[in-house]
């Protein structure tokens, strides 16, 4: 059986953190879990919780620790994680947060935290240029439409532009990226838990590039 896999990514908005868990997720069959994709599900019930979550998110700003710390301790309680494992997107975010993670997960750890490495730049257009699908999340982008005018391939939503890609919200989660998340790399590589991956290239290089990392890190680890 292909064996599970507990993985964080970290990486800017706009790394490719999304896409590729995707296709990660698919190749060591664990959940893909996104606290952005489940704070925007959240965001859109009509309640005043999703109203709140809402203002944070397209304001750039995050959503308070322990909100975020409830629901991912939530899911990561769930029979699928706790039988094949998880990959993380979008959390944790903050120093705070993977110390509340490596409590949850006691007596375990996660297996790798993997570091999406792209220019600033690169990721400035690329977030000019993303749309997602307003139902099922899906990724696209100016120069890489979906078939049938802005109709998701996969699902048949409308694909949009994120409500939180605008100028100053971008600029403000990079600003809290570089403050808050950056710092999360040496915590991991004082753990022996990081590995950097080149995240520039086509998406399929950088999949291969990922694989590569996890299995090295993972043929090491049963060695030792
Ligand atoms: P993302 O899709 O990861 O870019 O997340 C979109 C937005 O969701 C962020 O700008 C934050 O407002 C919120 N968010 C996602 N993950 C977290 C987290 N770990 N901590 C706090 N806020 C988060």
Not at 47 to 60: C, I, P
């Amino acid at each position: 059986m292909i064996p599970g896999a507990r993985l964080v990514i970290l990486g800017k908005q706009g790394a490719g953190k999304g896409t590729q868990c995707v296709r990660l997720a698919r190749h060591y069959v664990v959940p893909h879990i996104s606290t952005g994709d489940m704070f925007r599900a959240a965001a859109q019930s009509g309640t005043d919780f999703g109203r709140r979550l809402r203002e944070y998110m397209d304001n750039g700003e995050l959503v308070p620790d322990d909100v975020t710390i409830g629901v991912v301790a939530a899911r990561l309680e769930q029979d699928d994680t706790t039988t094949r494992g998880f990959i993380l997107d979008g959390f944790p975010r903050n120093a705070h947060q993977a110390e509340e993670l490596a409590h949850i997960l006691k007596p375990r750890d996660i297996d790798l935290a993997l570091d999406l490495e792209v220019d600033t730049e690169v990721v400035l257009k690329r977030l000019a240029a993303r749309r997602v699908c307003s139902t099922c999340g899906a990724n696209f982008s100016t120069d890489n439409p979906p078939k049938y005018d802005w109709t998701c391939d996969v699902c048949g939503g409308e694909v949009v532009q994120r409500q939180d890609d605008t100028e100053g919200a971008i600029r403000r989660r990079l600003e809290l990226y570089e403050q808050e998340t950056a710092p999360l790399i040496a915590w991991y590589l004082e753990r022996d838990k990081l590995v950097q991956v080149n995240g520039m290239g086509s998406p399929d290089v950088v999949t291969t590039r990922l694989i590569r990392a996890i299995d090295h890190r993972r043929d090491r680890d049963r060695l030792r």
